[in-house]
């Protein structure tokens, strides 16, 4: 049980390039979430997916896009890089193990545009 | 609109009780909850408490609830080298989506 995988851990990129970060999940859950984590700034949400087949904007969608593959896989997408994208990624899945909707976290993609 | 505060930094020597303060706006929370985040990994849980709660203890671990003034704390007792590590707290409010907000993070050191 893996839990929640990223792909790739590290990358850098040059403006304008393309990019999509991978995510899988392996305990069914439902719900799949990707934030950026900048210094000063906590975790901001992106988008998320509360269930397979839809997704929603978060607090900083603007030059992302995301695909819900099926259940265990939600990617990422930067169409054109820029520097304001530098950041660390995180994916997280939540479903209701215990009754609630704890997150659980990925281990990060820390991206560099240049 | 929701909002979730925590303190930036706490500094605090090994053996001696940590306390990290948080609080928060959306009084329709159910749950809240509590992640470590040490140095390049993801978040963890640490624990969560459900709002009909004033108290939870896990080991060394406490987490208090006081629902009235929206404010949320953990306090880790002994404090080790190991509890090094950024904490957010995080609540489910109104969110749709099963969607969470969380705090900036409290950075907390631990020092011999």
């Known amino acids: 049980n893996a839990g929640v995988t990223q792909t790739p851990k590290f990358q850098v990129l040059k403006t304008g390039q393309s990019m999509t970060l991978q995510c899988a999940q392996d305990?069914?859950?439902?719900?799949m979430y990707w934030y950026r984590q900048d210094p000063g700034m906590g975790l901001r949400l992106i988008y998320y997916?509360?269930?397979?087949?839809?997704?929603d904007k978060g607090e900083v969608p603007n030059g992302y896009n995301v695909s819900r593959l099926n259940k265990r896989e939600f990617s990422l997408r930067l169409e054109s890089a820029a520097p304001s994208q530098t950041s660390v990624y995180f994916c997280?899945?939540?479903?209701?193990?215990?009754?609630?909707?704890?997150?659980?976290f990925g281990p990060g993609t820390r991206l560099t545009v240049t | 609109g929701e909002d979730v505060e925590q303190s930036l930094f706490l500094s605090v020597r090994e053996g001696d009780s940590s306390v990290i303060n948080c609080t928060y706006t959306?009084?329709?929370?159910?749950?809240l909850y509590w992640y470590k985040q040490e140095p390049g990994a993801g978040l963890q849980l640490l624990t969560y408490?459900?709002?009909?709660?004033d108290m939870k203890q896990d080991q060394r671990l406490t987490v208090l609830l006081n629902k009235k003034d929206k404010h949320l704390s953990l306090r880790i007792a002994d404090t080790q080298t190991g509890d090094s590590a950024i904490y957010f707290c995080?609540?489910?409010?109104?969110?749709?989506?099963?969607?969470?907000?969380f705090g900036g993070g409290t950075r907390v050191l631990v020092k011999p």
């Open positions: 959306d009084s329709s929370s159910t749950y």
């Open positions: 997916s509360a269930s397979e087949g839809t997704t």
């Open positions: 997280a899945s939540s479903g209701r193990d215990r009754g609630n909707h704890e997150q659980y």
């Open positions: 305990m069914n859950h439902n719900s």
């Open positions: 408490i459900f709002s009909n709660m």
């Open positions: 995080a609540e489910n409010g109104k969110a749709a989506g099963n969607k969470l907000t």
